[in-house]
């Protein structure tokens, strides 16, 4: 059993929980312009249309249950006593739905607000509006509290300290098209790890790592679980 296992987990992991993913087929980007509705300038531009689309995937989010391959990295981690480093670009909450705690959100979370004025960050309401004043400052400055394209990806020092002490590196459900979340495996080898994708079929970066299990991942990672802890 590998010492310390980092994860890294994409939209495919919340898929089979009924929420969308955003390069597949008529997913979120094919069906929305992200420049208007993932970027600081498109929330300055229109901050009503932003909010309308994050209360929209807020709620869908907070309908959603966990899928077997939440529940299953959970169980992975309460087994591994605090060697799993579990790392989402995911924004939807399932990770704490299925009982994981400490969840690396590098893109943020729908469940989280951020007042643009004083920084001050509190717990998303399900409905959010623009002019919503702060809780803290009283500007009516509130937006989600999401890493828009262009903004920095939150807790990469701590993402980076557990890559270069990383023995395994399993990247699950991501497309590998987004940095620098698609370069994680190339730290992970550059330390010695073994790199292993679960994914539905390969992603950009599928020849970057030793070895690969593809198919759906209420299927492919409740089985790479069972044969990590039979191990
Ligand atoms: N099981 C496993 N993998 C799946 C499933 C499934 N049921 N369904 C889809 N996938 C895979 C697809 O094959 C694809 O490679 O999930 C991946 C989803 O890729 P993307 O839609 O690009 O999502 P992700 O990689 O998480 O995007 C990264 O881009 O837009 C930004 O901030 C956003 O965090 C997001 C980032």
Request: hydrophobic residues 40%; contains cysteine; charged residues 20%.
């Amino acid at each position: 059993m590998p010492h310390h296992i980092v994860i890294l987990t994409g939209a495919g992991l919340s898929a089979e929980s009924g929420l969308g993913t955003f390069r597949d087929k008529g997913g979120l980007w094919e069906t929305n312009d992200l420049a208007k509705l993932a970027t600081p300038e498109g929330f300055a531009e229109d901050p009503a249309r932003v909010h309308a689309f994050y209360n929209a995937r807020r709620d869908n989010a907070a309908r959603a249950e966990p899928n077997p391959a939440h529940h299953a990295l959970h169980h992975l981690s309460a087994q591994h006593e605090g060697r799993v480093t579990l790392i989402t670009q995911n924004v939807d909450a399932l990770h704490e739905r299925a009982g994981s705690e400490d969840v690396i959100h590098m893109h943020g979370a729908l469940h989280g607000a951020l007042c643009a004025a004083c920084e001050h960050r509190y717990p998303a309401p399900p409905q959010m509006q623009a002019s919503d004043p702060c809780p803290n400052c009283g500007a009516p400055r509130t937006r989600p509290d999401i890493v828009w394209f262009g903004e920095i990806p939150y807790q990469m020092e701590r993402i980076e300290g557990a890559l270069l002490s990383a023995d395994l590196f399993v990247a699950i459900g991501t497309s590998g098209s987004v940095y620098p979340a698609a370069g994680f495996v190339q730290l992970a080898r550059a330390v010695g790890a073994q790199t292993l994708e679960i994914n539905l079929d390969p992603s950009d970066v599928a020849s970057d790592f030793d070895t690969a299990t593809y198919g759906p991942a209420s299927e492919t990672v409740p089985a790479w679980v069972d044969q990590m802890l039979g191990s």
